[in-house]
Each structure stands twice: as C-alpha cells, then as structure tokens.
C-alpha cells in the first residue's frame, strides 16, 4: 500500500501507534476477546476496528453499556495489558510508515499520540526498535479527553513547540481522523493489512 501525503510543508510528523505503526489490531482484537470471555461479553469486530483509537477505559465503559454489564474497568485494563504483553513478540511494523518515519527521523520532530496506555505504547515501540525516534509521546494518561476529542493531538504540537496546522497526522481509525481534524491537522489514512480490500 502507498500512502497518500498530502501536499504541503509540513514542520512535524505525528503518528498513532497500534494499527499505523504497528500492525497489532489484531492481536489487541484476540487480547480483547480473551479477557472478555471472562465476563461473557460480546465485542464484534467490526465495531472494534470502528472504535480504534479511542482510550481503553472508554472502550470498556461503552462495552457496559451496550451489554448491559458492570465490568471492572481497572481490573479489565490490568488483565489485557498483561496478556499483550506476553503477546508482543507476535507484532510486525507496518512498513510503509516505518519508511515514513525513517525518512523523516532528524529532519522534523516526530510524536507519537496514542489512546493506549503508555507502557502499552513504550513496550511496543521497544519491540520494533524505533521508540528513540520520537521526541515525545502522548497516551491515554496526559489529556482527559481522548480521541475523537482534539486535545491528544494538540498536546503533541504544544509539546513540539510546532504549530497544529503544520503537524501531518498518520492514522487507522475514525476517532483519530476526527481528532486530527478538531485539532486543525491535515491526516494520512493508514489501512492494516487485514483491512485491505474490504
């Protein structure tokens, strides 16, 4: 797949982490899947893929709602982490971005904004070697509101000391398009692989 740049100079390269950096949506889908086996709750995946990008409590809070459950939404964060952790030797770079950011390392700032927590995002980022490249990340513990919200984003850019409509976003999911967008920055539409074609 090729990405799509759009025109123009841009200051500084913003990217989610999993499903545009790493290839790792499906691996978090059978993470989700196991832990919520626990509490007999139903998680489509069509509806995981079209909530990408928004914070993991989020996800579990909405999850209560639509099933009509009360999961513990500490204790469901602690036991999925735990098992993508194991699960990290499992997960791929998705290459074209990876171009991207080896293209542009040391010629603009890059940051990384993610609704994942941030050992999730650092452990990661270790596992395909590229962590040292970015010169700030953004996770669900920085702003109170997450994507599709703008603040993860313009966070970054504040942190960047760059200008929100110089910034490039790279992303998989709506909420981070939306986010961008509120957030005055221009998107790269990143597709996982299990995705394409679809």
């Not at 007999?40 to 069509?46: A, G, H, K, T, Y």
């Not at 609704?115 to 395909?128: F, H, I, M, Q, Y």
């Not at 942190?159 to 986010?179: N, Q, T, W, Y």
């Amino acid at each position: 797949m090729t990405l799509e740049i759009p025109q123009g100079e841009y200051a500084a390269y913003l990217f989610d982490c999993d499903g545009t950096i790493a290839d790792s949506m499906p691996l978090h889908y059978r993470v989700w899947c196991e832990v919520l086996s626990r509490w007999s709750c139903d998680f489509p995946e069509p509806l995981f893929y079209e909530w990408a990008g928004v914070p993991i409590a989020e996800v579990v809070s909405r999850l209560n709602t639509r099933n009509g459950l009360n999961m513990p939404i500490s204790e469901v964060l602690e036991q999925r982490e735990e098992i993508y952790f194991r699960s990290l030797p499992l997960v791929q770079p998705i290459p074209e971005v990876i171009e991207q950011i080896d293209l542009n390392y040391g010629k603009i700032p890059l940051a990384v904004v993610s609704g994942s927590p941030r050992e999730s995002v650092v452990r990661t980022l270790k596992t395909l070697g590229v962590l040292e490249r970015f010169q700030t990340l953004v996770t669900a513990e920085d702003t109170l509101r997450g994507k599709p919200a703008p603040d993860p984003y313009l966070l970054a850019a504040e942190r960047l000391g760059i200008e929100p409509a110089r910034c490039l976003v790279f992303e998989d999911g709506e909420a981070g398009f939306r986010s961008a967008e509120a957030a005055g920055m221009k998107w790269v539409r990143v597709v996982s692989p299990q995705l394409r074609g679809r």
